[in-house]
């Protein structure tokens, strides 16, 4: 019926256009800034989103907004751009993107497991724990987010000088 949410039409019209752009279209959102309505798209692939990937996927999806009316009208701001770190992992691509990516896993069972990404397929991940290989099957985990490492100047491969 016709109770389809803005974010939901947005979804649909946008994937294949994104799709197209060979990109995946992780999420859509409106927001309301003051008089000015923004619409967030982001988007992601394997080995990252570049900025001619942004710049091919904002004229794209401007092109399929002019076609539609989702937006209506009223002025808005586009925005594409790719999730950051702060992203929970919940797709297996997420995963295999965020592969060698030291991770914290929190599992249905409320443990939480740390360790470094070895790989991702489609029924689970395996980590590195501590040396340790284990693998942890989707159906099992809750989320994963990345986590962020600062290194040492001393922790450098090689002599560079």
Not at 54 to 74: H, I, P, R, T
Not at 77 to 106: I, Q
Not at 116 to 131: C, H, M, P
Request: aromatic letters at 4%.
């Amino acid at each position: 019926m016709g109770s389809a949410s803005p974010r939901d039409h947005l979804m649909k019209l946008l994937e294949p256009v994104v799709s197209a752009e060979g990109l995946d279209l992780e999420d859509v959102t409106v927001t309301q800034a003051g008089k000015r309505r923004v619409l967030r798209v982001i988007v992601d692939r394997d080995g990252g989103v570049s900025l001619d990937d942004v710049a091919d996927v904002s004229q794209a999806v401007s092109a399929a907004l002019d076609d539609d009316e989702a937006m209506g009208q009223a002025a808005y701001t586009l925005e594409v751009s790719s999730p950051g770190v702060d992203r929970p992992l919940t797709e297996p691509r997420h995963w295999r993107r965020a592969a060698k990516r030291l991770v914290k896993a929190e599992m249905r069972d409320g443990s939480v497991v740390e360790g470094r990404i070895l790989g991702a397929d489609e029924s689970g991940v395996d980590i590195d724990v501590a040396g340790d290989a284990r693998r942890l099957d989707y159906e099992d985990l809750a989320r994963g987010r990345v986590q962020v490492e600062f290194r040492r100047f001393d922790d450098v491969d090689g002599d560079e000088g």
